[in-house]
Nanobody
Framework: HVQLVESGGGLVQPGVSLRLSCAAS????????MGWYRQAPGKKRELVAT???????NYADSVKGRFTISRDNAKNTVYLQMNSLKPEDTAVYYC???????????WGQGAQVTVSS
């Protein structure tokens, strides 16, 4: 099994940058892909970005060119660099790990990101 702990959320103004981190512990060798999802008030949880163990990344259209996902396998940590933040990026951001032969999903506790002037 895997435990995920996010950090780095906060309140920022539009246009600035923020970086989220997610540290994994437990049976990390069996983690396949990792990623970030977000859920805004009154909306469904949506994919933001994912990255495979080999480093292949995938992004939602709404964040392409602004957000970058990266992964440090030695530290068992995945990052989400968010640039040019917009008010519509306001949400709780959840770290996700896809684990084992049956692709079991594990989730972090969530990190609030609020973009407001």
């Amino acid at each position: 099994h895997v435990q995920l702990v996010e950090s780095g959320g906060g309140l920022v103004q539009p246009g600035v940058s923020l970086r989220l981190s997610c540290a994994a512990s437990g049976s990390v060798v069996r983690i396949n892909a990792m990623g970030w999802y977000r859920q805004a008030p009154g909306k469904k949880r949506e994919l933001v970005a994912t990255i495979t163990r080999g480093g292949s990344a995938n992004y939602a259209d709404s964040v392409k060119g602004r957000f970058t996902i990266s992964r440090d396998n030695a530290k068992n940590t995945v990052y989400l660099q968010m640039n040019s933040l917009k008010p519509e990026d306001t949400a709780v951001y959840y770290c996700n790990a896809v684990w084992g032969n049956f692709n079991i999903n594990y989730w972090g506790q969530g990190a609030q990101v609020t973009v407001s002037s």
